[in-house]
């Protein structure tokens, strides 16, 4: 994806961008409740999105790639789905710097096996990237759905929702994983917790 720092613990796309969104309105750090969506996301993660929202405060309002962005005003970040969910692989570079200049943070649904050909979200100047696993044929788990993955840049890692695995060195000097930064609800009040996960 082209970020630096990227977890898996994560249910579902249409969970993924949700949880991307509340990092997003975590991470631009004001009253900001703004949240607009590309028209040519998928469906299941456009309604995964307002159901998230709707408790939290948060507008999601709808947006056509086609038309310029009438206000950036109150606008924390956008999601945007690459390739689209019919199919077009579109230019997102005059988006994203637009959104940078407006202080909004960049969200873009992309599909791993793509990115094998196309510019990685990271290089284009997204902020997040999400998805889903399957497409390196990850199966689906204990009859649930596709894992999927969140990719972000390194400053905001203290907010990205669910687990952090590092490598680190056990005390006979062998590789050894463990948990890192512990943001989970366990350890922190939950009114500030980072996710919805358990």
């Known amino acids: 994806t082209g970020l630096e720092i990227a977890n898996a613990s994560l249910l579902d796309e249409?969970?993924?961008?949700a949880e991307?969104?509340?990092?997003?309105?975590?991470?631009?750090?004001?009253?900001?409740?703004?949240f607009l969506v590309s028209t040519l996301c998928h469906p299941q993660t456009i309604e995964v999105l307002k159901t998230?929202?709707?408790?939290?405060?948060i507008s999601i309002e709808m947006f056509d790639e086609g038309q310029p962005i009438e206000s950036w005003q109150d606008v924390f970040g956008l999601i945007v789905q690459y390739p689209a969910t019919n199919g077009s692989v579109n230019q997102y570079e005059a988006l994203i710097d637009e959104a940078h200049e407006n202080h909004a943070l960049v969200i873009m649904a992309t599909d791993l096996?793509?990115?094998?050909?196309?510019?990685?979200p990271g290089e284009l100047g997204a902020d997040v990237a999400i998805g889903n696993a399957?497409?390196?044929?990850?199966?689906?788990?204990?009859?649930?759905?596709?894992?999927?993955?969140?990719?972000?840049?390194?400053?905001f890692k203290r907010t990205m929702p669910g687990r952090l695995v590092g490598q680190s060195i056990d005390?006979?000097?062998?590789?050894?994983?463990r948990l890192s930064l512990q943001t989970r609800e366990q350890h922190i009040r939950r009114e500030?917790?980072?996710?919805?996960?358990?």
């Open 20 to 34: 991307a969104m509340t990092l997003c309105q975590r991470s631009t750090k004001g009253s900001k409740n703004r």
């Open 113 to 120: 096996l793509a990115l094998m050909l196309l510019r990685s």
């Open 192 to 198: 500030k917790a980072t996710s919805n996960i358990c």
């Open 134 to 155: 399957q497409r390196f044929g990850v199966p689906f788990g204990l009859g649930g759905p596709h894992a999927a993955f969140m990719a972000t840049k390194d400053e």
């Open 171 to 177: 005390r006979h000097g062998k590789p050894a994983y």
């Open 52 to 57: 998230r929202a709707e408790p939290l405060g």
């Open 14 to 17: 249409a969970t993924a961008a």
